[in-house]
T-cell receptor, first 114, second 114 residues
Framework: AQSVTQPDIHITVSEGASLELRCNYS??????LFWYVQSPGQGLQLLLK??????LVQGIKGFEAEFKRSQSSFNLRKPSVHWSDAAEYFC????????????FGTGTRLQVTL | GAVVSQHPSRVICKSGTSVKIECRSL??????MFWYRQFPKQSLMLMAT?????????EQGVEKDKFLINHASLTLSTLTVTSAHPEDSSFYIC??????????FGSGTRLTVV
């Protein structure tokens, strides 16, 4: 069974500082990996995804993530955080096939101080 | 990109009544849609996988008779919460699989049962 671990429940960074959110996954084959962001009371917005190819993936809003198979990780990074980045971030893993479900991590709440 | 529309965004109903939530893929066909439930400050828990033209596949522990799912067309899936009780109050989110973005999410429905 697939699973995702986000070890950090809550992270606080200063505006302008760099950010790294951790994500570790467990899956028997090559996974599909995703990072989503959720603002309070809203749905999920896709930041970026990894299906195959280049292990460094660029996303929207200046985010990037690197797939490291040896570490079973897919950490999300941003070089300079903006106050508007404060939200809940979810890492998710899925399998191939249109009927494959996503499994989510528990989420990391990002707080940005001015 | 792919767009999923979910309605209503908020609904308040009396205990014992039924509520229907709609999930539509606006610019693509979705043979498979997913329904999630999210408790406050928690992650998304998959309730069921909705398959066009066939019965939904429910996750373990989800009551099939309480959460009725219908996927009558390639662009519409509905979740009906039957005989709702206060403990069914939650945030419900649908998702559809697209070849463009992977998984696209609706904006969610806040259900409050009073």
């Amino acid at each position: 069974a697939q699973s995702v671990t986000q070890p950090d429940i809550h992270i606080t960074v200063s505006e302008g500082a760099s950010l790294e959110l951790r994500c570790n996954y467990s899956y028997g084959a090559t996974p599909y990996l995703f990072w989503y962001v959720q603002s309070p009371g809203q749905g999920l917005q896709l930041l970026l995804k990894y299906f195959s190819g280049d292990t460094l993936v660029q996303g929207i809003k200046g985010f990037e993530a690197e797939f490291k198979r040896s570490q079973s990780s897919f950490n999300l990074r941003k070089p300079s955080v903006h106050w508007s980045d404060a939200a809940e971030y979810f890492c998710a893993v899925g399998a191939t096939g249109t009927a494959s479900k996503l499994t989510f991590g528990t989420g990391t709440r990002l707080q940005v101080t001015l | 990109g792919a767009v999923v529309s979910q309605h209503p965004s908020r609904v308040i109903c009396k205990s014992g009544t039924s509520v229907k939530i709609e999930c539509r893929s606006l610019d693509f066909q979705a043979t498979t849609m997913f329904w999630y439930r999210q408790f406050p400050k928690q992650s998304l828990m998959l309730m069921a996988t909705s398959n066009e033209g066939s019965k939904a596949t429910y996750e373990q522990g989800v009551e099939k008779d309480k959460f009725l799912i219908n996927h009558a067309s390639l662009t519409l899936s509905t979740l009906t919460v039957t005989s709702a009780h206060p403990e069914d109050s939650s945030f419900y989110i649908c998702s559809a699989r697209s070849y463009i973005d992977g998984y696209t999410f609706g904006s969610g429905t806040r259900l409050t049962v009073v």
